[in-house]
Nanobody, 124 residues
Framework: VVQLVESGGGSVQSGGSLRLSCVTS????????MGWFRQAPGNKREGVAV???????TYAESVKGRFTISHDNAKNTLYLQMNGLKPEDTAMYYC??????????????????WGQGTQVTVSS
C-alpha cells in the first residue's frame, strides 16, 4: 500500500520559514511527478510546486523565489522549504504523487496518491 505522510506544518509570523516533509512508503515508480498543493478555507485547491523524476521543477507564480521543492531518494521524502511566508500562504498543504511524469503539472486529476495534509498558518 502506497502512503504519503506530511509533517512540518505550524504557525509562524509573516516573513518566517517552515519546511514541510512528506514521507513516502510503498512507492517504487521509476518515472513520477510529486508535488505540493494547498487549499485555503473557501478556496479551491491549487498547485504550489512539482518535482519530476527527471529533476524538472515547476512552481506557482505566487511562490517563485520563496519556496523550494526537493526530493531525497535515500530517505523517500519530499520536502517543501518555505521562506518569506505571507499571510496569504495560510492553507492546508497536501503532498501528492503520480505514477508517471505529469504533463499539466498542477492538474489534480493526474495525481492518484494524496497525503492527509498539514496546516500552515501565517500571521501578520
Amino acid at each position: 500500500v502506497v502512503q504519503l505522510v506530511e509533517s512540518g506544518g505550524g504557525s509562524v509570523q509573516s516573513g518566517g520559514s517552515l519546511r514541510l516533509s512528506c514521507v513516502t512508503s510503498g512507492y517504487t515508480y521509476v518515472s513520477y511527478s510529486m508535488g505540493w498543493f494547498r487549499q485555503a478555507p473557501g478556496n479551491k485547491r491549487e498547485g504550489v510546486a512539482v518535482i519530476d523524476s527527471d529533476g524538472s521543477l515547476t512552481y506557482a507564480e505566487s511562490v517563485k523565489g520563496r519556496f523550494t521543492i526537493s526530493h531525497d531518494n535515500a530517505k523517500n521524502t519530499l520536502y517543501l522549504q518555505m521562506n518569506g511566508l505571507k499571510p496569504e500562504d495560510t492553507a492546508m498543504y497536501y503532498c501528492a504523487a503520480s505514477e508517471y511524469i505529469v504533463r499539466v503539472k498542477f492538474r489534480e486529476e493526474e495525481y492518484n496518491i494524496w497525503g492527509q495534509g498539514t496546516q500552515v498558518t501565517v500571521s501578520s
